[in-house]
C-alpha cells in the first residue's frame, strides 16, 4: 500500500478541482481535463482577477507545509503541486495570452466546441455542452476583442485572421453535419445558435483584418523570466544557453543520420500513399500491433492486454470544418483512460501537412509519438498517487514520447522501410530547432516570421505548419523545447540507471516506471529513483517561486 500524506493529498484534490473550472483552454492534446457541465473559458478582466484571489490561498497553504519532513515521494508530489501553482501566475501575468494573443483567444471562444466533438457518441450532458458552448460564442468574441484592442499583438492577430477565414460557413456546416449524432432538441437549439455564433466569428475575423496594423509588437518575455519558468513550472535545471547548445548538437547529429540514411537508400522506392483513409486505418490497426509485440518481444516495455489501443479513424464531417482548433485527436482522461484513444486523420493526398503525410506512408511514425502518448497517459493516470495523474508540464510527457521514437528506431521497428528510417532522423531534425525557436523566442532574438523561415528553411516544412506551431509557440515558451529537452533527460537518466544498477539493470523495469510516472519532471524522477539531488538543489537555489516571480 502507498502511503499518502493526507493533508497534501487533500490540497492537491481541492487545487485541481479548482484548476479544471479557471483553467484556460489549450489547443494542445495532452494537457486536455474533463470539464465542470457547462462550462466555458472566462478571460474577462473580472474573472482574472478572481482567480488570482482564490489562487492566494492555495499558495498559502503550499507554502505552510513541511516538505521537508515528508518521506521523498511526498516531497515530490509536494513540488508537482508548486509547479502547478507557479503555472497560474505564470499564465494569468506574464504570457498575459488572454488579452494579448489572437490566437489563444480564437482557441477561447470556439476550441471548447471543437473540443466536445473529440468523443461520440454524444450523451445528454454532452448535448447540453455543446448548446451551452455555441450559444457563449457571440459574447465571447465582444470579450476577446475587447481584449484585444486594450493589449493585442499585431503577428498574432495576423495569423488568427488568416485562420479564420470563412470561418462563418466552416462553422455552419460543422453545425449541419452533427444534427444527426444528436437527439431533435439539441439539433434545432444548435441551428438557433449557430447563425448568431458564425456571425460573430466573422466579425471577429474582419475586426483582426482591420485592425492588426494598430495592435502592438511582439511581448518577449526575457531572459530573466524564461529561467524563472525553466525551474518553477518546467522544473529543469538547465540555463537556455546550455538548451540551445544541446539543440544545435542534436540539430548536426539529425542532419548526419538522416543524410547517410537517404544516401544508403537512395535506391529504394518510397513507400506509396494509403489508396484512402480504410486502407490507412487499416493499415495502422496492424502496425500498433506490431509495435506493441516488439515492446514485449524485446523487453522494452509491459503491454497488458488491460492497457488501451491507439487507433486511427477517418475526420467525421463536424469535425473537419474546425480541424485548425486543435490536435485532432482525443486521448481521453483519467475518468475513461480505459477507452481507446482515437486519431482522426485526412485523406491521403500528396499535398499533405508535414505529420499526415508521415502517416499515410507508414502510420508506425504516428505510433511511436502519439500512441506512446496514449499508453503514457493511460498508466500515469492509474497511478497510486493522485498528485501524479494531473498534468504538470509537457517536458516530461513530450520527451518520453521523442524518446520512444529513438528508441523505437534504434530496436528494430523501420528496418523493412528505409524512407521510415530517414523520416524518423527528419522528426529529430525538427524538435532539436524547436528547442532553437521557443529560446530564440522568448529572449526575442526571433521575431514570428522569422521563426517562421526558420522552419521552413532548416526542417524543411510547409510554411502553413510552420506557422501553426510558431504562433503557438510564441505565446507558449517553454512548450516547443520540451520535446528534445525531456528526451535528453530521459536518455541522461536512463544512462545514470545502467551505471548505477550494473547487471541487474531491466530496460524493461526502467521504461515502465519511467510511463507510469510520465507526467512527472525528470528532475524529480532522478531524484526518487536514483537519489539524485544534483538538478533538485540548482532549482532550489533559484529561491522561493512566490518571492521570485518576474511579473
Known sequence: MVSIDADLARLGTEFWQWRAANSFRTSDDIPRIERPPGWVPRFDPASIDAQRRELEPFVERWRATDAAALPIPDQVDHRLLGSALARVRWELDVLRNWERDA???????????????????????????????????????????ANLER????ALARVAA??????????????????????????????????????????????????????????VVGREAFVW????????????????????????????AETISRNAHRDAAEAPLA?????????????EEEVRSLYEREGLLSQPDSLRRYRFAAYPAYLAPVAFLGVTDDLTNEQSRELDAVSYVPAPAADLPYFDAANARDPRLGIIHEGAHSQQLALSWGHPRAMRRHYVDSVANEGIAHYNEELMLDAGLFDDAPHSQTTVHNFMRLRALRVVVDVNLATGVFSLDEAIGFFVRLVPMDAPTATEETSYYVATPGLAMSYLVGKLEVKR?????????????????????????????????RWELLGDRGDVDVIDAAGDWAETFPG
Open 103 to 145: 490566437v489563444f483567444l480564437t482557441s477561447q471562444v470556439l476550441g471548447p466546441w471543437f473540443d466536445l466533438l473529440l468523443a461520440p457518441p454524444f450523451g445528454a450532458e454532452r448535448q447540453s455542452d455543446l448548446v451551452s458552448v455555441l450559444g457563449a460564442v457571440p459574447q465571447a468574441v465582444e470579450q476577446a476583442i
Open 151 to 154: 493589449a493585442g499583438v499585431a
Open 162 to 219: 488568416a485562420e479564420l477565414a470563412d470561418i462563418g460557413p466552416r462553422l455552419a456546416d460543422s453545425v449541419a453535419a452533427l444534427a444527426g449524432h444528436v437527439d431533435a432538441a439539441t439539433a434545432t437549439a444548435l441551428a438557433e445558435a449557430q447563425p448568431a455564433a458564425s456571425a460573430a466569428l466573422t466579425r471577429y475575423a474582419r475586426w483582426l483584418e482591420a485592425s492588426a496594423d494598430r495592435l502592438g509588437p511582439e511581448v
Open 229 to 256: 519558468y525553466l525551474r518553477q513550472v518546467a522544473l529543469v535545471a538547465a540555463e537556455p544557453e546550455e538548451l540551445v547548445r544541446g539543440a544545435l548538437q542534436e540539430y548536426r547529429r539529425a542532419i548526419a
Open 275 to 287: 489508396i484512402d483513409v480504410a486502407a490507412e486505418i487499416r493499415a495502422q490497426a496492424e502496425a
Open 493 to 525: 537518466l536512463l544512462a545514470d540507471a545502467v551505471v548505477a544498477s550494473g547487471d541487474d539493470f531491466s530496460l524493461r523495469e526502467f521504461h515502465n516506471s519511467l510511463w507510469l510516472n510520465g507526467n512527472v519532471p525528470v528532475s524529480l524522477q
